[in-house]
DNA sequence: GCCGAGCTTGAACATATGTTCAAGACCTCG
DNA sequence: CGAGGTCTTGAACATATGTTCAAGCTCGGC
């Protein structure tokens, strides 16, 4: 058995959901294509994931938890640096990629199209504006948590942006004074 | 005949279109729910549009059409207020609407997973720019043509990511002070 | 009236897709 | 070894979807 490629197939599974989302959107997302991208039988798909809401919602889920992971700090840093660090890797290679952004564009749309993913979209931002907010709260202790909200909402906005804008093919430099911007909202006095 | 309603089937099928793109994404546009939206026979779609893709098209290039004219000033109007009138109507409230902004997000997320239609895409947002960055240049004539670009991707980045982010259920006065921005980079000295 | 061109219809066909299932492979424990 | 459970396979079925087409309809001009 190869350790590299022989992963847990039901994990395989999943990748490979991630992988055609990402590139072809919904509609590039059946359980025959899912089967031959993560290299398994038809069947086994439908042996882990009842139907294919289900398989959905278990990639759905597992991307929430990942997105946890960016407004989630190092606790030995200082909170000043904790605050710019989650500033910057959301516009960091590993998320202002083509596949990681597209992935983003698909699950949105697919919120949007759907009750049930709406539902657990909608949580995932909540919990992340939230965890943003705590951000700005211990880097800057003089602002009521009222005002922690209100600049992290102004800060999503040019973030989203900022993912969409770089799918849709704008120039770096854009992105970086966008990043500027954030840190500016942030810190102000 | 009622006039209201019954104006020429052709149309009324690119009607139905965005109706089911912007409700359902484009898993839920198939010939036969274009058909009876549209409120006619299957084979007429075919008849008018030979297959699928070129059905998409031309709703495409019907859209790219309707984006040019936020940006097309009132040319009674003083420069300075152009500008300003442009940056509001992107986030007035026909363009600030779910089913529009839904739209919006099916429109991006096709051109992410197809090459055509990422090309006329990508062809209206230059375009859409470009008209940004040459309001910008009759209401600050001191800029140069470069500067006005760079105010134009910076607009442009925080312009996206309202619409995003109002799709996604934020407060609205994260939207208004948004805005503010936008005037704040268009006509900043 | 009626001819012809364009418009409209829905059945029919081929293919694609979600789901089920019987059978087999594999692995663990006794 | 072998019994039993879990994992894995691909064929088979039902339904959905894109496309074709023969037939009917409408309406303006002769």
């Known amino acids: 058995m190869n350790p590299g490629e022989q992963v ?3 994990s395989r599974i999943l990748d490979a959901v991630l992988e055609l989302l990402s590139r072809h959107g919904i509609s590039g997302v059946n359980m025959r294509a899912v089967a031959r991208e993560a290299g398994v039988a038809l069947g086994l798909v439908n042996y882990y994931y009842a139907d294919k809401p289900s398989l959905i919602r278990a990639v759905l889920n597992r991307i929430g938890e990942s997105d946890m992971r960016l407004v989630t700090p190092d606790p030995e840093a200082h909170p000043d640096e904790q605050l710019r660090e989650a500033l910057r890797r959301v516009a ?3 998320i202002l990629t083509t596949p990681y952004l597209s992935l983003r564009l698909h699950l949105w749309a697919l919120a949007q199209a759907d009750e049930d993913f709406a539902v657990i ?5 909540d919990q992340y504006l939230d965890g943003l907010a705590t951000l700005i709260g211990n880097a800057k202790p003089e602002l009521s948590r009222e005002a922690c909200k209100e ?3 102004d800060i999503v906005v040019v973030q989203n942006g900022m993912w969409l ?3 849709l093919g704008i120039d770096k430099a854009a992105i970086r004074r966008s990043i500027a911007r954030t840190e500016q909202i942030a ?3």
Chains 1, 2 share one sequence.
Do not use: K, V
């Open 151 to 153: 600049r992290a909402d």
């Open 92 to 94: 960091g290679p590993e």
């Open 165 to 167: 804008t770089s799918l």
């Open 187 to 189: 810190f102000a006095d």
């Open 8 to 10: 847990d197939r039901q």
């Open 121 to 125: 979209n909608a949580e995932a931002f």
